[in-house]
């Protein structure tokens, strides 16, 4: 085995950590972990030797992540599990109230339209910043923006309306 082959696969936990960050489910997050090494693998001759190995490994890893969520058209099931748990001084009633609101929001944003759905999922859920999306997607920073406030502003008149049709 090569230096560089050795070095990468050392960079294992630190891909599971990336990944375990984009997905909370751990046969799914070894899988892209295990994907992503692979691809690094096979492509080390075409890396420049001034490229961090982490950065360049944990960028491949995002990539790898929203190519096989725009497969699944994002399954927004599995990306709203990295949410806080619900704090725990809440009462019971109050758990499940916020409970039916975390639902109906996933719905929604179910609903939107695949490039919303995205940025919306990146930003909000996942916590990346425009730049990082940026360099994910191909959509930039103002379209970023764009997607983003359309998407919260759809998400918040559809969820108005359905609670004052509640009422």
């Known amino acids: 085995m090569t230096r560089q082959q050795t070095e990468y696969l050392d960079l294992r936990t630190h891909l599971l950590a990336v990944a375990m960050r984009l997905t909370p489910n751990r046969a799914e997050a070894e899988d892209l972990t295990q994907e992503c090494l692979t691809r690094l693998l096979e492509r080390q001759t075409e890396f420049d030797r001034s490229i961090n190995p982490k950065q360049y490994a944990a960028t491949a890893m995002r990539h790898l992540w929203i190519s096989q969520l725009r497969k ?7 990306t709203f599990e990295t949410l806080q748990p619900i704090a725990p001084q809440l009462t019971p009633e109050q758990r499940i109230e916020v409970q039916e609101v975390e639902n109906q929001v996933r719905y929604l944003i179910s609903l939107l339209p695949e ?3 995205l940025v919306i999922t990146l930003h909000d859920v996942m916590g990346l ?3 990082e999306i940026e360099r994910e997607t191909q959509i930039n920073q103002q379209n970023c923006r764009t997607l983003l406030s359309r998407a919260r502003r759809t998400i918040r008149e559809q969820f108005n309306q359905f609670n004052q049709n509640e009422i």
Do not use: H
Request: hydrophobic share 15%.
């Open 129 to 131: 910043d425009y730049n």
């Open 115 to 117: 490039r919303q759905r």
């Open 72 to 78: 699944r058209k994002i399954s927004l099931s599995d």
